[in-house]
C-alpha cells in the first residue's frame, strides 16, 4: 500500500517571501501521479498542481513549482512571493493509475501561516 | 457548470440516529469518491463507486456504513446507528471515465453526533 509523509506539520511564512513545504512517499509503482490541495477554512479542497510520476520535468503553476525526485520519493511544493490567501492546509497526495485503484492517498497536512 | 454538490452541509446526528450524506456529482461524471476527515487529519478514503457499481469500498467500515450510486439521482452515504467517532468531515469527489482525469472535491458535509 502507498503512503504519504508530510513532517512539517505547521510552517510560516513573511508575506511575499518563499515557503517550501516537504512531502516523502512510499509506493512500489512506477507510474503514477501526485498532487498538492490547499483546503482553507471554507474546507474546500482546492487542487494547487499536479505531477506525472514519468515526466521529468517539474510542475509550475503560477507562483506554486515542485521539487519532484523520483528516486528519493520526495515531492515538495514551493510558494514564491507569498500572499495572505495562501494561508491555509496544504495536503499531498498520491494517486495510482491503477484503474482498481484510483483513489488518492493523502498526507497529513501542513499548515500554512503567512505573515504581513 | 455547477461543481460537486454535497448536502446537507451541516449535520447533527443523536448517538443511534442514522445520518445520510448525499453527494450529486459534476454533470458528465460517472465515478463517486468517499473520504472522511477526522478533525486536525488528512482525508481518508473510504469508498469508490461508478453508476450502480461499488469499485473499491476498502476503506470504509464493515458495519454501519453503507454507500450507493443509483443509476438516477445523487450518490448517498449512509451511516448506521451513529456513535461519537463518526463525527468528522464527510468529503465527496468525482471525475469522468478515463484515468487521466482529475477528481473534483465538494464542500464536504460537516457530521456531529451529540
Known amino acids: 500500500a502507498q503512503t504519504v509523509t508530510q513532517s512539517q506539520p505547521e510552517m510560516s511564512v513573511q508575506e511575499a517571501e518563499t515557503v517550501t513545504l516537504s512531502c516523502t512517499y512510499d509506493t512500489s509503482e512506477s507510474d503514477y501521479y501526485l498532487f498538492w490541495y490547499k483546503q482553507p477554512p471554507s474546507r474546500q479542497m482546492i487542487l494547487v498542481i499536479r505531477?506525472?510520476?514519468?515526466?521529468?520535468q517539474n510542475a509550475t503553476e503560477n507562483r506554486f513549482s515542485v521539487n519532484f525526485q523520483k528516486a528519493a520519493k520526495s515531492f515538495s511544493l514551493k510558494i514564491s512571493d507569498s500572499q495572505l490567501g495562501d494561508a491555509a492546509m496544504y495536503f499531498c497526495?498520491?494517486?495510482?493509475?491503477?484503474?482498481?485503484?484510483?483513489?488518492?492517498?493523502f498526507g497529513s497536512g501542513t499548515r500554512l501561516q503567512v505573515q504581513p | 457548470n455547477a461543481g460537486v454538490m454535497q448536502n446537507p452541509r451541516h449535520l447533527v446526528r443523536r448517538r443511534g440516529q442514522e445520518a445520510r450524506l448525499r453527494c450529486s456529482p459534476m454533470k458528465g461524471h460517472s465515478h463517486v469518491y468517499w473520504y472522511r476527515q477526522l478533525p486536525e487529519e488528512g482525508l481518508k478514503f473510504m469508498v469508490y463507486l461508478q453508476k450502480e457499481n461499488i469499485i473499491d469500498e476498502s476503506g470504509m467500515p464493515k458495519e454501519r456504513f453503507s454507500a450507493e450510486f443509483p443509476k438516477e439521482g445523487p450518490s448517498i452515504l449512509r451511516i448506521q446507528q451513529v456513535v461519537r467517532g463518526d463525527s468528522a468531515a464527510y468529503f465527496c469527489?468525482?471525475?469522468?471515465?478515463?484515468?487521466?482525469?482529475?477528481?473534483?472535491f465538494g464542500q464536504g458535509t460537516r457530521l456531529t453526533v451529540v
Open positions: 469527489a468525482s471525475s469522468p471515465n478515463g484515468v487521466n482525469t482529475e477528481a473534483f
Open positions: 497526495a498520491y494517486r495510482s493509475k491503477d484503474t482498481g485503484r484510483r483513489a488518492l492517498t
Open positions: 505531477q506525472e510520476a514519468y515526466k521529468q
